[in-house]
């Protein structure tokens, strides 16, 4: 019985050595060199040659390469707007790199195809092209841009609903389709593309030259493709209503400033004075009524009765 035992246990020893190896990882233990059959796996010096001739090289299956099915690459393709597209590139310009191909790709070419099977909105787009871009290689900014853009709805006879599909393409263009390169374009030409909850709030300026990003100043968020877009073209296609809006902001440095502005109204007319209000109220008291919330008393946001 104790010799049958000490065999069973040098057997045991021996199988359990050959697993352990099989097993793979850093164990310490030498691996065996190609078609060397039973030759020193314990490391001791000897030859631990067996005579029977097999190569045990436990050819077995248990080949744990991991190879599950999850196949979970993290791709991101969801559709949120991560910005950017096979057109864009922070190397690229915005306008004469990306925009072309950004409007010829699968993801901007259905919202170009929208407008332009929209005579309305083909003639808008087309008067914008050449009227206020010069060819799409060098558009106005600001203040000429909504004037030029007003002009070309007068002349287009462009309702809302057709601002709207024209909005829509350089949304798609400026606010993801090409983000990347354009991202430096968004504080001036594209408020727009800024994220409405994060723009009226206490934190964000109401008016501020010096905002970018996502702290963009709601007053040139909600204005310029924002929520009062329709009510500050309204304005800025209205020569009267430009010239109040100059004659009212040059009375903010002089303490007689609402005598002052009472003339400036005056002067301009009612027609110009009801646009002037609705684009004003529009976004300080409506659509940035937490981030300019210190100027509703200048706004008379108290009487507006336009709030949504």
Do not use: R
């Not at 593309?193 to 709601?218: L, M, Q």
Request: glycine fraction near 10%; proline fraction near 2%; include cysteine.
């Amino acid at each position: 019985m104790k010799k049958q035992n000490l065999l069973l246990i040098l057997a045991l020893t021996l199988l359990t050595g050959v697993a352990f190896i099989g097993c793979g990882g850093d164990s310490g233990a030498p691996s065996l060199p190609s078609g060397d059959a039973d030759s020193d796996t314990d490391g001791d010096g000897d030859s631990d040659s067996d005579g029977d001739g097999d190569t045990d090289t436990d050819a077995d299956t248990d080949a744990d390469t991991d190879s599950d099915t999850d196949a979970d690459t993290d791709s991101d393709s969801d559709s949120d707007p991560q910005g950017g597209s096979e057109c864009d590139g922070a190397d690229l310009d915005c306008y004469s790199d990306c925009w072309g191909c950004a409007l010829n790709s699968t993801q901007c070419a259905p919202a170009l195809e929208a407008c332009m099977n929209d005579s309305t909105c083909s003639d808008y787009y087309t008067c914008k092209e050449e009227e206020c871009c010069g060819g799409n290689s060098d558009c106005l900014t600001g203040d000429e841009w909504e004037t030029c853009m007003a002009g070309c709805a007068d002349s287009t006879g462009a309702t809302e609903a057709t601002k709207d599909l024209y909005a829509d393409i350089d949304k798609c263009v400026a606010c993801d389709a090409c983000s990347i390169s354009c991202a430096q374009n968004q504080k001036e030409d594209f408020a727009m593309c800024a994220d409405a909850g994060k723009v009226n709030t206490v934190d964000n300026p109401c008016y501020d030259e010096d905002a970018t990003g996502d702290e963009v100043a709601c007053f040139s968020w909600a204005g310029w493709g924002g929520t009062c877009t329709a009510a500050t073209s309204a304005c800025k296609g209205d020569d009267a209503c430009t010239e109040l809006e100059s004659c009212v902001n040059d009375t903010w440095a002089f303490e007689d400033w609402e005598a002052q502005q009472e003339v400036c109204f005056e002067t301009a007319g009612a027609a110009a004075t009801d646009l002037y209000w609705g684009y004003m109220q529009c976004i300080y008291c409506d659509a940035c009524d937490v981030a300019c919330a210190k100027d509703a008393g200048s706004k008379n946001c108290d009487e507006y009765t336009g709030k949504k």
